[in-house]
C-alpha cells in the first residue's frame, strides 16, 4: 500500500510492527492513523509480530493485565471493555487475529489497515473474543469480506505459514516491542521508533 504526494522525500519506506491485541498498539493506533495521513507518497507497510503465543489467565494474571490497559486508558482516553479477558480460563493467544491480518494482506492489502483496526475495535472496545474464529471471520465481513471465503485461507496451512513467518521478519528486524515504527531513508539507513508516541512527537523524529 501507498500514500500520496509528501514533504518526507528523505524517506524510502515506512514499517510498522504491531499486534492487534497489544494493548499500547491499540493507544497507537489513533497516532498511527494520523500519520499515516501525513507520509503521503511514502511506501507502508505492516508486520504483525506476534505478541502472544497462549497464555491462561488466571485471577492474577487479570488484575495485572488490566493495569495495564488502565494506564493506556489514562494516556489515551480510548475506552476498554475487559468482558473477554475477564472470561475464566481466557488464553491470551495473539496468534488467530495476526492470521486474520494476515489473511487480508493475501486477499486484499488495501483492507490490512482496516482489519486490524477493526479486530482492535472488537476486541478492546467492544469486548469480543478475538482469539475465536466465528468472531474474527465477522469482523472481516464486516469491513467487506465474504465470510467463507475468508474463513477458507485464514484456516489453511499457508496462512498459519505466513504468520510464523511475519514474526519472524519482526526479529530480523531486531524488533522486540509493539508499537515499532521501522524508517529507512533513501540512502539505506534504518531508525525505529519504539514504544507509543503522540502524533506530533512521531512527526518530529520522523523529520530528523
Not at 493485565?65 to 489515551?76: G, P, S
Not at 484456516?155 to 524488533?175: I, R
Request: net charge negative; proline share 3%; hydrophobic share 40%.
Amino acid at each position: 500500500m501507498f500514500f500520496s504526494a509528501t514533504p518526507y522525500s528523505h524517506i524510502a519506506e515506512v514499517i510498522f510492527v504491531g499486534d492487534p491485541m497489544c494493548s499500547w498498539c491499540y493507544g497507537f493506533t489513533p497516532e498511527l492513523t494520523k500519520l499515516r495521513a501525513e507520509l503521503k507518497g511514502v511506501p507502508f507497510s505492516m508486520i504483525m509480530g506476534g505478541l502472544r503465543d497462549g497464555d491462561l489467565f488466571d485471577a492474577d494474571k487479570l488484575k495485572n493485565h488490566l493495569a495495564y490497559w488502565e494506564a493506556v486508558e489514562k494516556m489515551t482516553g480510548l475506552p476498554f471493555d475487559a468482558t473477554a479477558l475477564s472470561q475464566e480460563g481466557f488464553n491470551y493467544t495473539t496468534e488467530p487475529t495476526c492470521r486474520a491480518v494476515l489473511t487480508v494482506k493475501a486477499l486484499d492489502e488495501s483492507k490490512m489497515y482496516d482489519m486490524y483496526s477493526a479486530l482492535q475495535q472488537a476486541f478492546y472496545a467492544e469486548g469480543q473474543d478475538v482469539t475465536q474464529g466465528d468472531v474474527i471471520v465477522k469482523v472481516a465481513a464486516s469491513i467487506g469480506f465474504e465470510a467463507a471465503a475468508f474463513r477458507t485461507l485464514y484456516s489453511s496451512e499457508v496462512m498459519l505459514k505466513a504468520t510464523v513467518a511475519d514474526k519472524q521478519k519482526a526479529g530480523t528486524y531486531g524488533v522486540s516491542s509493539f508499537p515499532t515504527l521501522i524508517i529507512i531513508d533513501k540512502q539505506g539507513h534504518m531508525s525505529q521508533i519504539r514504544g507509543y508516541k503522540k502524533y506530533e512527537e512521531l512527526r518530529a523524529l520522523i523529520k530528523k
